[in-house]
């Protein structure tokens, strides 16, 4: 008897909150303002991405250390990518390092499409 094991490989683990277009820009215009992380490719971000946010690549290959040097745990996090399953994995791998997180949902084209500005 044979056995199959199906492994979700888009299962995203972590505790962080996400949230649409509109609520992301009040959570990062808000008095208690996050660090906002762009998890794209560099290409991506110098295409357009939203006003303050910093670069970090999550398909690099030490994301995970890049961000531990660069981010302030005391601080809330604001990932975002293009889509939304990118940032998702960022934001999963944050909050298991002890990082509060927030996401974007449908990434940086939710945001376009929602009418929100974005800088180069």
């Given at each position: ?8 490989i ?5 505790d ?10 009040k959570a ?14 560099s290409d991506?971000y110098?295409s357009?991405?939203i ?6 690549d999550?398909k690099?290959?030490?994301?995970v ?9 005391d ?5 975002y ?15 298991d390092k ?11 084209s939710?945001?376009i499409?929602?009418g ?5």
């Amino acid at each position: 008897m044979a056995v199959i094991i199906i492994v979700n490989i888009f299962s995203m683990k972590g505790d962080y909150t996400t949230l649409n277009a509109s609520d992301f820009e009040k959570a990062i215009m808000g008095d208690d303002k996050p660090i906002v992380v762009d998890v794209r490719t560099s290409d991506e971000y110098n295409s357009g991405h939203i006003r303050n946010a910093i670069n970090i690549d999550v398909k690099g290959d030490n994301f995970v250390e890049i961000a531990e040097e660069k981010l302030d745990k005391d601080k809330k996090i604001a990932v975002y990518c293009q889509g939304g399953i990118r940032s998702r994995k960022a934001a999963a791998k944050l909050s298991d390092k002890g990082f509060t997180v927030i996401n974007l949902e449908g990434g940086i084209s939710e945001w376009i499409k929602a009418g929100k500005e974005t800088v180069k």
